[in-house]
């Protein structure tokens, strides 16, 4: 009897189908093959393991004790080749390779099902406390996607992410609408396509087992956002003034940052207050111009953000106090100062030299006292360069200020 590792029976088999569709082709055509499934893949043999995507120490502990020698050897040459060299030794080795469907089995059951399992729980925490369906799903997804797509960046992985976010929060039935958002990255003729709406089904099915209360909410969650279309509506309030959108990372998070800015933007437009973006939305969006910054606010000073209690300029304060406090000065300094700075320094060894050269005192003890007093000048530079750094900070946030991008 098989070990599912608390998955559903049904969602092994979606994996199986999905990587080989049975064992009567699974003997026929991928038992004595490494495949090439195409781009940054490795040789892929057994159920889906991707050997090229292995160390070699993996492979062994995975298949050593399951192969002869001479098998293994060929199975250990896979580790490390992607792309082009995957698919040069997918060639070179077809006809060499012999993995019998239980073999494949067991290192699918006993070692790719448990190890994937602990990957997803580290990406996406909680998966594991959900119901076998619904853990199957996601252990589904992760086998196909990466795991590491659950905190990637980019619009690619923005349901993965989001995924993520709602199994954090117990919102699980927003989870099969965004397994269908992920459809499309495929063409509809794709295999992967058509995985995409069996896993969203089978998750639905498990939150009605599992999930009662989130089942019953189904009907009632609208249908995820086209995350490219949401990067779109992020880059376009930003350039129209609402920086408070957030990052342009695909994601309409409810109640988030960008929901909010769509909501200000509706507000200003006249638009119904409602976070969705339809195609009333985009039109306004397009037609709109950049928001108008107050000429109070375009025409503020750093002691107007003092007197506010900006947190950054009181930060930079700090800085710039204790930085002028090494170099001998206070915490004001310009560009003229700098230089003077500079200079002075220079002077004071020049003149500690000078001094020291007619008392008759040993080179070596006059060495020593221009090394004290080059010490000091080194201290001193690293307070004008911290100062220098914050100065930088400081100007940045009143521009930013200036033209809208904080409050």
């Given amino acids: 009897m098989l070990d599912l590792h608390g998955i559903s029976r049904a969602a092994f088999d979606l994996v199986v189908a999905s990587e080989v569709t049975s064992q009567a082709v699974f003997e026929r055509k991928y038992r004595h093959v490494l495949e090439y499934p195409g781009e940054q893949s490795g040789p892929t043999g057994g159920i889906g393991y991707d050997f090229g995507a292995q160390t070699r120490a993996q492979i062994k502990a995975d298949w050593g004790d399951k192969v002869d020698a001479g098998m293994l050897r060929i199975l250990l040459g896979a580790s490390g080749k992607r792309g082009d060299a995957a698919a040069s030794y997918s060639r070179a080795t077809r006809g060499q390779v012999d993995i019998p469907w239980d073999v494949a089995l067991d290192v699918f059951c006993n070692h790719d099902l448990p190890r994937f399992l602990a990957i997803l729980e580290h990406y996406c925490p909680g998966a594991g406390a959900l119901g076998p369906d619904c853990k199957g799903v996601l252990w589904s997804i992760a086998f196909n996607r990466d795991a590491a797509g659950f905190v990637k960046a980019g619009p690619r992985y923005a349901e993965m992410r989001e995924i993520r976010a709602c199994v954090a929060s117990g919102d699980l039935a927003r989870i099969p609408g965004l397994i269908r958002s992920m459809q499309r990255l495929w063409p509809r003729t794709s295999g992967l396509y058509a995985r995409r709406e069996t896993e969203a089904r089978l998750f639905e099915k498990g939150l009605a087992a599992h999930h009662p209360e989130e089942h019953a909410r189904l009907e009632a969650v609208p249908p995820a956002p086209d995350p490219d279309l ?121 003149s500690a030299r000078d001094a020291v050269g007619g008392l008759g005192i040993p080179p070596a003890a006059i060495a020593w006292l221009l090394a004290g007093v080059v010490v000091l000048a080194i201290v001193a530079g690293l307070g004008v360069l911290i100062w220098v750094v914050a100065h930088k900070i400081e100007i940045k946030r009143v521009a930013d200020y200036r033209t809208g991008k904080n409050t």
Avoid: C, N
Wanted: hydrophobic share 40%; no cysteine.
């Fill in 230 to 350: 949401v990067v779109q509506v992020q880059t376009r309030l930003r350039e129209l003034g609402y920086y408070d959108t957030g990052a342009v990372d695909g994601q309409l998070v409810p109640k988030g940052r960008t929901e909010a800015a769509i909501l200000a933007f509706r507000h200003e437009h006249d638009l119904p207050l409602k976070p969705a973006i339809d195609d009333d939305l985009l039109a306004a969006m397009a037609r709109a111009e950049p928001r108008q910054v107050s000429e109070i606010r375009a025409s503020a000073t750093t002691q107007d953000l003092r007197e506010q209690g900006v947190q950054t300029i009181a930060i930079t304060d700090q800085i710039k106090g204790w930085a002028g406090k090494l170099f001998g000065g206070s915490s004001v300094l310009g560009g003229g100062g700098v230089l003077a700075w500079l200079t002075d320094k220079a002077t004071a060894v020049s």
